[in-house]
């Protein structure tokens, strides 16, 4: 039996690939926040139909992805590959759910909106495919913080480069990391070319080279002119959620070993000059940032320290020594929460006034 069954006049929801990486966060998650949710009925792919996962303090047995899984479903959360995504998300929203989708597969799609509450909620009560989507993990590490500067000093440039979690390839990416960790722990690999790489073999799973001991400026698949998917990615969606799509934006995307929590450095161009003192009171007092920032006191956010959090963490901020109109800062947050799911959940919690 699935739970809530039975408590009428709330909404049912429904989370597409709840044993995945992200869908094990949703649930804990979903189990953390108030209680809004009538049904909560768990999707997955055929293979997994028959588990059971802990929701709410109870066992909750997982069903087969299937049109009519998505009966009497108000919302529907999907964290699943693209292509999946683009095959079930229509079928749901046919059958009268709202979609918060996490894929890639609609978000660059003028017909559905790209939303983060903290910048954009507006954005979700417009939804002429009964599609919502989710931003990448990597957008969503800092475009929080960002919206805020922009909404006081509006933005009109941004350099960007990731340190990137192996997390973000999902379950393979951690075990890939875990895996490499345990052939170099304890070794004096490291100290010369290639010796990394011979130890670990052909073992570099989702990545394109070793991850342990190593940092990769790659993640995605490759587009024109040299740029990866991901960093395509931080461009487009940044602008969208914004509402500034020609703001010039320099991404590189890089994999470090951390298991979870995605960082970046920024350096954001303003309309004219901001000041360091203006920025902190913003970030101070922004929803979902944590300004953590005193280096006298060698006090930044780090992901050792970020993850298993829900805000976006921000330090190191400075004015641009060369440029009074810009800053420069470096965020954390953490991947699978407000990356993936926690934004995931917040959007399906605005979607869900709406059935109140
Ligand atoms: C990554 N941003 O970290 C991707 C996952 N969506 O690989």
Redesign the pocket.
């Known amino acids: 039996m699935t739970v809530g069954a039975g408590r009428t006049g709330r909404p049912t929801l429904a989370v597409v690939g709840a044993t995945g990486a992200v869908g094990t966060v949703m649930l804990q998650i979903l189990s953390q926040h108030a209680d809004i949710w009538g049904e909560i009925r768990l999707i997955a792919s055929p293979r997994s139909a028959g588990r059971k996962l802990a929701l709410r303090g109870e066992q909750v047995e997982v069903v087969a992805l299937t049109e009519e899984a998505f009966d009497g479903v108000h919302v529907a959360m999907f964290d699943v590959p693209d292509e999946v995504a683009a095959q079930w998300a229509p079928v749901a929203a046919a059958r009268g759910a709202v979609v918060v989708d996490n894929s890639g597969a609609f978000r660059m799609d003028p017909q559905v909106p790209l939303v983060v509450p903290e910048v954009n909620p507006h954005a979700a009560r417009v939804r002429p495919r009964g599609i919502i989507a989710n931003p990448?993990?990597?957008t969503l590490s800092m475009i929080v913080a960002l919206g805020a500067l922009h909404a006081e000093f509006g933005l009109r440039e941004l350099v960007v480069s990731s340190y990137?979690?192996v997390s973000?390839?999902g379950r393979a990416?951690v075990e890939t990391l875990r895996q490499q960790l345990s052939m170099v722990a304890g070794t004096e690999l490291g100290t010369s070319p290639g010796d990394v790489r011979r130890a670990v073999g052909d073992n570099t799973g989702p990545f394109p080279e070793p991850v342990a001991l190593n940092v990769v400026p790659w993640?995605?698949s490759l587009r024109e002119d040299g740029w990866s998917s991901?960093e395509m990615?931080v461009r487009d969606e940044s602008r969208k959620i914004l509402g500034l799509p020609r703001l010039p934006v320099a991404v590189t995307c890089v994999?470090v070993p951390v298991v979870t929590t995605?960082s970046l450095t920024v350096h954001a161009r303003f309309e004219g000059e901001v000041t360091v003192h203006k920025a902190r009171e913003i970030l101070a007092t922004a929803p979902g940032v944590v300004l953590f920032d005193n280096p006298e006191a060698g006090e930044f956010p780090t992901p050792a320290d970020v993850v298993g959090t829900d805000p976006t963490w921000v330090g190191r901020v400075r004015r641009a020594l060369d440029d009074p109109t810009a800053l420069e800062l470096f965020v954390c947050g953490d991947?699978l929460r407000k990356?993936?799911a926690l934004n995931t959940a917040q959007i399906a919690e605005l979607v869900a006034a709406d059935f109140g």
């Open positions: 990448n993990c990597t990137q979690a973000g390839a990416g993640a995605g991901e990615k994999r995605h991947n990356g993936a």
